[in-house]
């Protein structure tokens, strides 16, 4: 059974930045994609970030230039660098991951983590 489960969120003040962390376990042999998301209250889910296990990444508009995704391989840990935060950026965080090599300009969808909280303040 596939798990993931997301820490690290928290409250900073805009130009601040946070690490996100997101513990994944369950997955067999094989490739798997893995993504990072955002929602605001009454605003849809927005995919910001995604990496498989062949290395690929895409990072949507909203993360370019400003937000890294990274993979500790033996500890199946996927991490979220932010930097430069803004208040904007103030949402509930999601982990999320699915089977298979992530697909062009497309996020994982298959399994998701529970969420963690961002907050910028200005």
């Known amino acids: 059974q596939v798990q993931l489960a997301e820490s690290g969120g928290g409250s900073v003040q805009s130009g601040g930045s946070l690490s996100l962390s997101c513990a994944i376990s369950?997955?067999?042999?094989?490739?798997?994609?893995m993504g990072w998301y955002r929602q605001a209250p009454g605003q849809a889910r927005e995919g910001l970030a995604s990496?498989?296990?062949?290395?690929?990444?895409n990072y949507g508009d909203s993360a370019k230039g400003r937000f890294t995704i990274s993979l500790d391989n033996p500890k199946a840990i996927l991490y979220l660098q932010m930097n430069d935060l803004k208040p904007e950026d103030s949402a509930m965080y999601y982990c999320?991951?699915?089977?298979?090599?992530?697909?062009?300009?497309?996020?994982?969808?298959?399994?998701w983590g529970q969420g963690t909280q961002v907050t910028v303040s200005s």
């Open positions: 999320a991951a699915e089977n298979g090599l992530c697909v062009a300009n497309d996020f994982p969808k298959a399994y």
């Open positions: 990496l498989d296990t062949d290395g690929h990444k």
């Open positions: 369950g997955f067999g042999y094989g490739s798997y994609c």
